[in-house]
């Protein structure tokens, strides 16, 4: 019986730790998003994690018996993740983490800014109210294609007023690109959700 190796794959191929290289090479089958699994070996079994969550927990489940399972996460595995879902259903003895570079790390790095004290939020699957009582920090927030910058900014601006911002979209791809600014400039632009947003006074 195999193990679930959650390996970070954070911004994609040029950002894979050498441990994560060695973790998906050492996988009888993978399961993950879209673009995670793009990093999979050609040939080998996966399943796209999509809404039916139910549909990927039993491949893993399946692929277990012929070996290690791989589940690719994009971002951090440890943060806002589907590490705490699999860790119900398999348990922390079945469990091997394998941490990368996370989009938040990978953002203040491109806006060379150190990330001490800031308070990470994800809009994924729950929505802008989770801005709500937040006027005083500083924020890094992961967008996700129903909330892009541009409605977060929107949204911002009518609960605390003009902000400073700065928004990383696409990293790690060609189509990186790093916006400074102000919300109200961010709100008139067009940025894919696939987007970490930092704000701050």
Known sequence: ??????????????YLTPAAERAIASARAFAGGREALELAPPGMPRKV??????????????????GDVAVLTSGDSTLYSILEVLRRRFGEE???????VSYVQLCFARLKRCWN?????????????????AEDEELALLCDP??????VARHLLEL???RRCAVCENLGTEDERVFSGWLSEVAEMRFSGRSVMVVWR
């Open 49 to 66: 994690i999509g809404r039916d969550l139910e549909e990927a927990l039993e491949f893993i489940e399946e692929h277990l018996k012929q």
């Open 1 to 14: 019986m195999g193990k679930v190796l959650v390996v970070g794959v954070g911004a994609g191929r040029e």
């Open 94 to 100: 079945r469990l091997e983490v394998v941490p990368g």
């Open 117 to 133: 004290g800031v308070r990470v939020l994800s809009l994924h699957g729950r929505g802008v109210e989770v801005l709500q009582g």
């Open 146 to 151: 129903a909330h892009p910058p541009q409605r």
């Open 160 to 162: 605390y007023g003009e």
